[in-house]
């Protein structure tokens, strides 16, 4: 059974940078992808970036705020998924969510929350102005 641990959240100033860390464990396999998600209270959880974990590529969510600031990364030795936010905005307060899905024949990248199998317990990260 796969599991995940965020970390690193808390609570920073505008303008701040934060690296949030996935920790994974229970997995066999290595043809699969992690992703970054966050969820305002209220609104639905979004995709902001997943990563390929053999390869290391990586794709953002069509959003030029995200794809500027945020930094997706991995380090396979650790088991560890990284996500580097930089100039952090008020807008970007939510609990960041890390996720894996399960080996599978596909197309494209997944990009969409339910496409993903395995959640951590997620981590708040509030930025004031």
């Known amino acids: 059974q796969v599991q995940l641990v965020e970390s690193g959240g808390g609570l920073v100033q505008a303008g701040d940078s934060l690296t949030l860390s996935c920790a994974a464990s229970?997995?066999?396999?290595?043809?699969?992808?992690m992703a970054w998600c966050r969820q305002v209270p209220g609104k639905e959880r979004k995709f902001l970036a997943t990563?390929?974990?053999?390869?290391?590529?990586?794709?953002?969510a069509d959003s030029d705020s995200v794809k500027e600031r945020f930094t997706i990364s991995r380090d396979k030795g650790k088991n560890t998924m990284f996500l580097q936010m930089n100039s952090l905005k008020p807008e970007d307060t939510a609990v960041y969510y890390c996720?894996?899905?399960?080996?599978?024949?596909?197309?494209?990248?997944?990009?969409?929350?339910?496409?993903?199998?395995?959640w951590g317990q997620g981590t708040q990260v509030t930025v004031s102005s």
């Open positions: 996720a894996e899905q399960t080996p599978r024949p596909r197309i494209g990248w997944p990009i969409e929350t339910s496409e993903y199998d395995y």
């Open positions: 229970g997995r066999t396999l290595s043809n699969y992808h």
């Open positions: 990563i390929r974990w053999s390869a290391g590529s990586t794709v953002y």
